[in-house]
């Protein structure tokens, strides 16, 4: 099996930074997606950033510019810089990892963006 935990998250104002990792434990193949995903409440669940373990990365257009994921494949953890946050931002981020047919998650760290 697979375990993710995530931290990070937190309070912070509206134009500031927050950096979330998230570790990956147990069986983990040489090829796989991690990804963060964000929920707030009433809305659905919505793709964040991706990133390959061979380098590449995709954002979301409403973070493009102002997150930045990477990854460490030789410990298995992946971050999340958060940069310029808005309100907007406010949710639930999970770290997903894709591999194989199945997909794990992580149980979730809060960020709140308010004045």
């Known amino acids: 099996q697979v375990q993710l935990v995530e931290s990070g998250g937190g309070l912070v104002q509206p134009g500031g930074s927050l950096r979330l990792s998230c570790a990956a434990s147990?069986?983990?193949?040489?090829?796989?997606?991690m990804a963060w995903y964000r929920q707030a409440p009433g809305k659905q669940r919505e793709l964040v950033a991706t990133?390959?373990?061979?380098?590449?990365?995709n954002y979301a257009d409403s973070v493009k510019g102002r997150f930045t994921i990477s990854r460490d494949n030789a410990k298995n953890t992946v971050s999340l810089q958060m940069n310029s946050l808005k309100p907007e931002d406010t949710a639930a981020y999970y770290c997903?990892?894709?591999?194989?047919?199945?997909?794990?998650w992580g149980q979730g760290t809060q960020v709140t963006v308010s004045s």
């Open positions: 147990g069986r983990i193949f040489s090829i796989n997606v």
């Open positions: 990133a390959t373990s061979g380098g590449r990365t």
């Open positions: 997903n990892l894709d591999q194989a047919l199945r997909q794990y």
